[in-house]
C-alpha cells in the first residue's frame, strides 16, 4: 500500500467515533446534560401537579317500557321492549332537551360557558340512558343540576308518552267491556263472538300491565378512578424524554463546537 494510502487509511479511521469517543463527550459536557434533564423532568412535575384531576359522572335513566308488545313475526325473537325506540328518544334527547338544559343552567349560574360537557348515549342490549360529564369534583354541582335538568324532560316526555298509551287501553278495553256486557245480555248464538271479546281483553289487560313508567336509577354519580392522566405516568414519560433531551443536547452542542473549531481552522 502506498504512503497515500496509509494517510486515507488512519484518517478514516481518526473520523469513526467509538462508544468510548460517546461516552466521554457525555462526562464532558456532564453539566449541560444534567441541566437538560432536571429542566425536563422539573417540567414534567410541575405538569403533573398542576394538571386537574377530573372524575367521570354518570347519571343512568330507565326507559319506560312496553314489555307485553307483540311479535310482528314468529321468528322475531329481538322486539323492542321499550315504550319507544331508544335511537329517537336519544336524538330528542340530544337535539332538544339538551340544548335547553344546558342554557337554563348557564342562565342560573350566570355563566356564559361549562367547564365540562355531557354525553348521552345507550348501551348495547339495555333499555337504559346514560349521561357522562368529566370534570373536576368542585364543578359536581353543576353537573347534577345539567344532567337533572336533562331528565326531567326525558321524564316528562316518557310519562306523556305512557299516560297516552295507557288511555289507548284502556279505553279499547272499557268499549270492549261493554260490548261483552250487551253480547251477555243478547239471546242470540253470540258464544263465538263473546270467546273472542274475552281473548281480546285478555290480551290488552295484558298490554297495560305490561306498561312501565320510566325512572332516574342514578344521578350524577361520582366513578372511583380519576379519568384524566395518572401524575405517576407524566412524571415517568418526562423523566425519559429528559434523559433523550439531555443527550440530543449534548451531541449537538458538541456538534456545533466542533465545527466552529474546524471553520476557525480553516480559516
Not at 473520523?15 to 429542566?39: C, G, H, P, Y
Request: avoid cysteine; proline fraction near 3%.
Amino acid at each position: 500500500m502506498n504512503n497515500e494510502g496509509m494517510q486515507a487509511s488512519r484518517e478514516g479511521m481518526q473520523d469513526e467515533v467509538s462508544l468510548v469517543d460517546l461516552t466521554v463527550i457525555l462526562v464532558q459536557r456532564w453539566k449541560a446534560l444534567i441541566a437538560v434533564f432536571l429542566t425536563v423532568f422539573i417540567a414534567s412535575l410541575l405538569v403533573a401537579w398542576w394538571l386537574p384531576t377530573k372524575y367521570e359522572y354518570s347519571s343512568v335513566y330507565q326507559m319506560a317500557g312496553d314489555t307485553a308488545k307483540p311479535q310482528l313475526a314468529d321468528d322475531d325473537a329481538d322486539v323492542d321492549k321499550n315504550l319507544e325506540s331508544a335511537d329517537a328518544l336519544i336524538n330528542l334527547t340530544k337535539l332538544n332537551y339538551k340544548p335547553d338544559a344546558m342554557r337554563a343552567v348557564l342562565k342560573d349560574e350566570q355563566k356564559t360557558s361549562l367547564p365540562f360537557g355531557v354525553s348521552i348515549s345507550h348501551p348495547e342490549d339495555t333499555s337504559l340512558v346514560v349521561l357522562t360529564s368529566k370534570t373536576e369534583p368542585g364543578h359536581q354541582g353543576e353537573v347534577k343540576r345539567l344532567h337533572q335538568t336533562i331528565l326531567q324532560s326525558l321524564t316528562a316526555h316518557q310519562n306523556a308518552e305512557y299516560d297516552r298509551k295507557a288511555a289507548f287501553f284502556n279505553n279499547k278495553l272499557d268499549a270492549l267491556e261493554n260490548n261483552l256486557a250487551r253480547l251477555n245480555q243478547s239471546d242470540q248464538d253470540v258464544g263465538d263472538v263473546i270467546s273472542a271479546y274475552q281473548n281480546e281483553r285478555g290480551s290488552l289487560q295484558a298490554r297495560l300491565e305490561g306498561l312501565s313508567k320510566g325512572e332516574v336509577s342514578r344521578l350524577a354519580a361520582q366513578g372511583g378512578s380519576p379519568s384524566s392522566i395518572s401524575p405517576v405516568l407524566i412524571v415517568a414519560v418526562g423523566a425519559m424524554v429528559g434523559i433523550i433531551l439531555s443527550i440530543m443536547a449534548v451531541f449537538i452542542m458538541h456538534f456545533i463546537s466542533a465545527v466552529r473549531q474546524r471553520l476557525r481552522e480553516i480559516g
